[in-house]
């Protein structure tokens, strides 16, 4: 078998009958089905790894200083890396940014082509969202390839581990340059060359397959190759496959290009030379829509692998002008997009953009080049663990840490230390830290399938640090990944569940927190009433965004009016309400803070009013209370938590005498505030 050259010119595929367009469309649909799901694969596995960095960090926010001289655990970008810790930290988070952006192109790219993107693929997790496609006997890269059929990476695990040799050879068999890959597999017999780089079209493909019938790709560049080769046949009645897909009132969502007056909070494009989304204008003319396509797979291609693949040879026309390092960030834009700021709430240089710039004129497989020369320097938590270290308050603290004017209402540097190292004792915790990562992970993938079928949905940024929040403490306690084979469980129909600590609303006397199938950590992800966790407290009409810090969480579009959870819907906003919804007692999801279950550290960054509900009847439906409450700068969440449930339980069950809250669990002692 000659394997196929990424690159060649490939002779185009003209006057098709049109008796195999069906057959052309389902093919094309599930090529892209597969570049989502091959992109998302990514995004938990470099995530983990890139946490499994020793180090710790701070929650600092503009004009607040209530954390100031506080560390938490784990580790994040810096601005100038002092150690080869937070060399490789930086490194690695600027690929996992721009897995992110894949994936925001390859989503775009599939609604443009009429599929609807599936980011809870059966390849990837299963009905519990657990993630089956990483573990110690795993060697298979999702459509790509077996790596037990190449020589170089024959003995490498698809897993989820420490940054080490296997991780990194892992994430360089990933984002090969295609001619390194062809290579490889030319070393193969002929039967095992057989199993990879498909000619277009696939042979025997039928109308009725789907993804799970696609044959390996080899590279991903293949993978995106095959993709340009099928929207580029062109048929007998003139019309291209491209033509007959295309999708003008696609939902095109966009979290790195927003920009402009009705987004303060992200005002500039990060990637002002490169196109995320395609535009109503843009399928006025089937060149430019089909070109905007191409240029989206070529920058995909271009930043993993290298620009050799060059896919914008597909493009119809005239090639635009050149334009100098087109897929690249603008670090000036990530400066204001991103701001950094002090203990003391003073802005200072941006840590996202200089560890997503620094290596910016690398390829994703250079920087793992790179990573691996630093290797040998670096402490994981594994290896600090192994070492016989334990949590100290001096981790928890910088030199701007002053006790005495340090807040008195949250854990001190020692309580938490201490917490963390009681955690560690407790070997069925590693099960509840790991099922909080999946839970915190699903908070992504769950609400990225709503957010590419309705155009109002928010991106669930809250999410994506909450998740590494998540992952990062269960490497901090326990040395090593969390399991992400576990899932979360089923919802239980009809049951009212509660937030936090102690807040059950059926009048039970027990302190138990919030069940395992609700933990979250966005807004967007909390999926019904009394589920609303943390600080960053909403309008009660709906709305806003999760983020004190206001991170890259664009306030694209409000929340859509009639949110809703099974029978639970959401009334339709007040224009200029000023009341907020309280912690653990939100009328309905999408309603109510971030977090859950709530940090013993978490404090409000604002101030107002919340409006309180009990809920009522077998369908607990949100009927509100006359008397609200007052929230201040700086106060504790849970205990205005549970001041709220104190009165809901007061119109509830009259009877039943709700105590002084309970001390927090060591759980909620150690999670850090959320950002």
Excluded at 234 to 247: F, H, I, N, P, V
Excluded at 608 to 624: I, N, R, T, W
Aim: glycine letters at 8%; one cysteine or more; aromatic letters at 8%.
């Amino acid at each position: 078998m000659e394997i196929p050259v990424l690159g060649a010119r490939m002779a185009p595929i003209c006057d098709r009958s049109l008796n195999e367009l069906e057959s052309d469309k389902s093919a094309a649909r599930a090529i892209i089905q597969a570049a989502v799901s091959v992109e998302l694969f990514t995004i938990p596995l470099y995530m983990t790894t890139m946490y499994s960095i020793q180090g710790t960090h701070q929650i600092n926010s503009k004009g607040q200083d209530y954390y100031r001289g506080r560390q938490w655990p784990g580790a994040a970008p810096v601005a100038k890396a002092s150690n080869d810790n937070e060399r490789a930290f930086n490194i690695i988070f600027s690929v996992f940014i721009q897995e992110m952006l894949h994936l925001q192109m390859a989503g775009n790219l599939a609604t443009a082509m009429g599929v609807k993107p599936d980011f809870t693929p059966p390849a990837l997790v299963d009905k519990d969202l657990g993630w089956i496609c990483y573990g110690p006997q795993q060697s298979v890269l999702p459509h790509i390839i077996n790596l037990r059929d190449t020589d170089t990476y024959r003995n490498v695990q698809v897993n989820l581990e420490a940054l080490n040799e296997n991780q990194i050879a892992l994430f360089r068999a990933i984002e090969q340059p295609e001619g390194a890959a062809r290579a490889e597999l030319s070393k193969q017999p002929p039967q095992v060359q057989a199993r990879y780089f498909p000619q277009v079209p696939f042979a025997g493909w039928k109308p009725t397959m789907g993804v799970q019938d696609l044959p390996m790709f080899g590279t991903i560049g293949w993978m995106y190759e095959c993709l340009a080769q099928y929207i580029s046949i062109e048929y007998t009645d003139g019309k291209t496959l491209w033509d007959k897909l295309a999708a003008s009132d696609s939902v095109q969502q966009d979290l790195f290009n927003v920009h402009g007056a009705s987004n303060p909070s992200h005002p500039m494009k990060e990637f002002p030379q490169m196109s995320t989304l395609f535009t109503r204008e843009d399928f006025t003319d089937g060149d430019r829509s089909f070109n905007k396509a191409i240029d989206m797979m070529a920058a995909i291609t271009d930043q993993g692998e290298g620009a050799e693949i060059s896919l914008r040879r597909y493009r119809r026309g005239a090639l635009l002008q050149e334009v100098k390092e087109p897929y690249r960030e603008d670090r000036t834009a990530l400066d204001v997009d991103y701001p950094s700021y002090d203990g003391a709430g003073g802005q200072v240089p941006s840590a996202d953009a200089a560890a997503r710039c620094d290596s910016s004129e690398w390829t994703h497989y250079e920087r793992f080049t790179e990573l691996y020369l630093l290797l040998s320097r670096i402490e994981t938590w594994e290896q600090w663990h192994a070492r016989g270290n334990r949590w100290t308050a001096g981790m928890l603290t910088n030199a701007e840490y002053n006790p005495a004017t340090a807040p008195k209402n949250i854990p001190a540097p020692a309580q938490v230390a201490d917490a963390l190292n009681t955690l560690r004792q407790d070997r069925t915790m590693y099960s509840v830290l790991s099922q909080v990562s999946v839970g915190a992970i699903a908070g992504i993938t769950t609400v990225l399938n709503n957010y590419w079928e309705n155009q109002k949905a928010t991106f669930p940024y809250p999410s994506m640090v909450g998740s590494g929040d998540r992952v990062s403490l269960c490497w901090a306690v326990f040395g090593k990944a969390p399991d992400l084979s576990l899932g979360v469980g089923q919802r239980e129909a009809g049951r009212l569940y509660h937030a936090c600590q102690g807040m059950s609303l059926d009048g039970s006397s027990d302190q138990t927190c919030a069940a395992i199938e609700i933990y979250h950590t966005c807004r967007g992800s909390n999926s019904c009433k009394a589920e609303g966790g943390c600080g960053f407290v909403q309008s009660d009409s709906g709305g806003g965004s999760c983020s004190a810090m206001r991170r890259a969480a664009p306030t694209m579009h409000a929340h859509a009016a009639g949110a809703s959870c099974g029978q639970c819907g959401g009334p339709s906003p007040t224009p200029g309400s000023d009341l907020y919804s309280a912690p653990s007692d939100n009328k309905c999801a999408s309603f109510g803070g971030c977090a859950v279950p709530i940090s013993a550290s978490q404090l409000f960054p604002s101030q107002g009013k919340m409006k309180l509900y009990d809920f009522v009847g077998p369908e607990h439906a949100s009927q509100p209370l006359p008397q609200t409450l007052d929230f201040a700068v700086g106060e504790v969440v849970y205990d205005k938590a549970w001041q709220a449930y104190r009165e809901v339980m007061a119109k509830r069950a009259p009877s039943v005498t709700v105590s002084d809250p309970p001390n927090p669990t060591p759980l909620r002692i150690a999670l850090p505030p959320s950002t």
